[in-house]
């Protein structure tokens, strides 16, 4: 880490340590700061003790194993923005604009290494991948499949033209689901040969930007749950061929970005912070807690004691925008 990001960091720390969550007698999960990852960031996913961040060109690693104490260590810069990407246990799936899709080996945090790309015809958002291939989300095409067998010479499958504008894909076991706005979810079996087909679609006019997928269990079914339109939304994606939406959760804020850890959605919410929501009867969400941040949340990642959340005046990238280390208690 630099001089200039120590201080930033330490000047950050200073004040965001003076926040102070709602009081846990009025809610089931109570977060409090114990860390700062400084900016520039866009986005952000834990994974285990390492924070994955973009800001601007730039993929960055991060060790929390203290999350008190973040350390930088590899990084990446791609010669376009990135709009968003996906992880594995030792990949990301990087869209990075009119570079298209970048898969870096993340094996080594100290050292990630560009293994291959694949240019789309528009501008490449994000990816996820399943049996050996990853669907792309592309702002000309549509949903695009890539074969990625030889992951230094990704190829072409094909697409599957979205009708109006694509936002975000997330992949479980053969499926991906993709989002649109504004006609609705898409689901996509990826072990069927050739072309990429829907086999299953619910029209939606206000259909969430961003989404997550939670695998089902005797108890609840397979959900996809999303937020954009200034809620939050639950799909049952149980049957894929016929998605159906369960219930929606109006919050506060203008819900933009959401993780999901065991029952709880948390909610990237602009203004109103960070918000958590019980999905343990996904029919009928409801609040399960709050956390007023310094700046608008603008993206979040939670997994187990951690919820990471990128704060800041900016709508998009920018020196004004840091991860907040948020533990729950």
Do not use: C
Not at 152 to 168: N, V
Not at 227 to 246: E, F, H, I, R
Not at 297 to 324: F, I, K, Y
């Amino acid at each position: 880490m630099t001089t200039l990001q120590t201080m930033a960091r330490g000047a950050v720390l200073a004040t965001v340590l003076g926040l102070l969550a709602t009081s846990a007698s009025a809610q089931r999960v109570t977060l409090e700061v114990v860390g700062v990852i400084p900016g520039p960031a866009e986005l952000v996913r834990v994974q285990g003790d390492r924070a994955y961040v973009s800001g601007g060109h730039t993929f960055t690693i991060w060790d929390i194993s203290d999350p008190a104490h973040p350390v930088g260590r590899g990084s990446h810069t791609f010669p376009q923005e990135i709009w968003g990407f996906r992880l594995t246990e030792d990949r990301a799936y990087v869209g990075a604009n009119f570079f298209g899709l970048g898969i870096l080996d993340i094996s080594d945090p100290d050292a990630p290494v560009l293994l291959g790309q694949h240019k789309t015809l528009g501008q490449t958002k994000i990816g996820d991948i399943a049996s050996g291939k990853v669907g792309i989300i592309d702002h000309m095409e549509g949903f695009v499949l890539i074969d990625v067998t030889d992951e230094t010479a990704p190829a072409g499958i094909g697409s599957f033209f979205l009708d109006g504008y694509a936002r975000d894909v997330v992949t479980a076991g053969t499926i991906a689901y993709a989002t649109d706005s504004p006609s609705g979810l898409y689901v996509f079996d990826l072990s069927r040969p050739g072309m990429p087909e829907p086999i299953g679609v619910i029209h939606a006019p206000a259909a969430p930007r961003d989404i997550e997928v939670s695998v089902g269990t005797d108890a609840r079914p397979t959900l996809i749950v999303g937020a954009g339109g200034g809620d939050l939304q639950v799909y049952d994606v149980s049957d894929p061929a016929a998605p159906s939406k369960l219930s929606s959760f109006e919050t506060p804020g203008r819900a933009t970005r959401v993780s999901l850890d065991g029952d709880y959605a948390f909610v990237a919410d602009t203004d109103a912070g960070v918000q958590v929501v019980d999905l343990s009867d996904p029919a009928n969400p409801v609040s399960a807690g709050s956390f007023e941040t310094l700046r608008p949340a603008r993206d979040v990642s939670a997994a187990g004691s951690l919820v990471l959340a990128v704060v800041g005046d900016s709508e998009r990238e920018g020196h004004d925008r840091w991860v907040m280390v948020l533990q729950r208690r």
